[in-house]
């Protein structure tokens, strides 16, 4: 016999999924899932901060080499290919956020899916 899952959303208010086994909770509320949860919410976090930290390291050194091209302590042409070095890294790290963003969802995916898969076994 269905149910309806005795965790909470964030706002406070019943979650809405209907239980059919022997748990209490949705996969999202089940608290045999929560490390599993822990892990997916930290990776995804994990990929983020890295990112944003490397850019941030970027732009300081892009501003580094105008400042020096600027007061001629730099030559332009070395500045060019540091440039051109910083602009390729941009881009291994944007590609390296999308992949991360890929993963993340992936994960999300198939955490959705063990959840539809355990409610049909529940259901029979
Ligand atoms: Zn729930």
């Known amino acids: 016999m269905a149910a309806q899952c005795r965790g909470q959303k964030r706002d406070g208010s ?7 086994g022997p748990s209490p909770w949705c996969w999202l509320h089940d608290p ?7 892990e ?18 970027v732009k300081g050194q892009l501003r580094g080499i105008a400042d020096s091209v ?3 302590d730099l030559d ?3 500045a060019t290919a540091g440039v051109q070095a910083l602009n390729a890294v ?3 790290v944007a590609l390296d ?4 963003a890929a ?7 198939r955490a959705v899916e063990a959840l539809e898969k355990e409610s049909r076994k529940w259901a029979g």
């Open 97 to 100: 956020r999308e992949i991360g």
């Open 76 to 78: 332009p042409k070395a």
């Open 70 to 72: 600027v007061a001629g």
């Open 32 to 38: 045999e899932n929560a490390v599993r949860r822990r």
């Open 14 to 20: 019943r979650c809405s999924a209907t239980v059919n």
């Open 90 to 92: 941009l881009r291994a």
């Open 40 to 57: 997916i919410a930290s990776k995804a976090g994990r990929s983020d901060g890295g990112h944003r930290r490397e850019i941030q390291s």
């Open 103 to 109: 993963v993340a969802l992936d994960e999300r995916l």
